[in-house]
């Protein structure tokens, strides 16, 4: 056999016998060596397998010392910014955001308005405290470290990534969050209060996840309707509205992320020129438009889209020589389009709220059916009256008794 000239001794000549270059015992002490090298990768390579372990247990540790700190920095600035209980406001309420044509305040019979498109239910529950002036810089100051952060941890997921996959401890984890955050958003104000900073204090390890963002966007809605300055409510709309914005870009297909979109439009509406909040009105309607298509059974969806089209059925002059002047196809919806969405939401679940039966009641009102509005009124009367828009559409139902 040909035999590598490597194998050879150096001095030999053309006749010489071809030999090994390493002797028996060499080869011997040389395959020791190899297996001893092979021997020692397999355990480096266990030891680095080992390490990303311990390196993913720290990762999950520090995400957790980090949300128990800032949960403890909320508690304490909660704590002093919001000492006095509230009234009960419920899911629908808290939901109530429309493209209507008043200032915040009901239509009256001849559908004139001279406020333009605003949102409904945007009074405030109660008085600002006087005593919190002399604490307004250290609220400023926690206020600002709260939306820093809240702004940051937006970056955390680049727009052009694919959602994080969480492992089982994590994801376990969300599920008891999410259940948690939807009972403190049905509560009262300061159940909502707090299922805000629960959201807000665990957004750095659930950003990226469609069913936490949409939550966090609905807990904007609720802030931005138990607080009464006006800066700060449009604060909070504006944040929750740039999450959406981020998670539709990823979740174009999530019926919940159109819906709180189209709210939270309204909601930073509020304090816009009349052309910004009609803008924000088409903005709205395309969104729950959206929303339907993609969860038809849903009752809220149709009860939305009904007090829509009841404002814009109601518009004054001013808003529609507004609406003619700068826009091409100006929106257009009757009576009858708001009382067919009412309609839908009883078929979908009856009695799904008190304000849904008043205001079928005052679309037949509106159309001519006296009997019909009777008994809607009095369908109306059946619901218990427990909420803040219970009470204001039982304030409408005596009013419409006594006409």
Sequence with gaps: QAVPGALLPQDVGD?????PLLRQD????????????????AELRKEVEELRNSLQHLAVEVVGEVRTHLEETQRMTRRRKFPFPRERSDSTASSSIYFTASSGNANTDDG??????????????????????SEEGEDEMSSDTVRTVHRDSLDLVPEDESPLVLDSSLEEGLGQLLEQADRLHSGDEQDRREGFQLLLNNKLAYAGQREFLWRLARAHCDMWELTEDAEERRSYATEGKEELELALQKWDQSAECHQWFAILCGQVSEQESIPKRIQAGYTF????????????????????????CYQVAHLGWLEKRTVSALFEAPPTATVQDALQN??????????????????IAKCYRDLGN????VLW??????????????VQSEKELEEMRSV
């Excluded at 004139?112 to 405030?124: L, P």
């Excluded at 309607?285 to 829509?308: S, T, V």
């Excluded at 006296?370 to 509005?373: H, R």
């Design 15 to 19: 006749g010489a016998v071809p030999s």
């Design 26 to 41: 060499e080869q011997l002490e040389l395959l020791e060596r190899l297996d001893f090298v092979v021997r020692n990768v």
């Design 112 to 133: 004139e308005s001279e406020g333009g498109y605003t949102t409904a239910n945007a009074e405030s529950d109660y008085d600002r405290e006087s005593e919190r002036e």
């Design 285 to 308: 309607k395309e969104h729950i438009d959206k929303a339907i298509a993609l969860k038809p059974q849903d009752p809220q969806l149709y009860y939305l889209l009904g007090r829509w």
């Design 342 to 359: 009412f309609l839908r939401v009883e078929e979908l679940s009856p009695g799904f709220s008190k304000a849904g039966r008043v205001y």
């Design 370 to 373: 006296a009997s019909a509005a």
């Design 377 to 390: 009124m009095d369908l109306a009367s059946e619901l218990p009256g427990n909420t803040k828009e219970d």
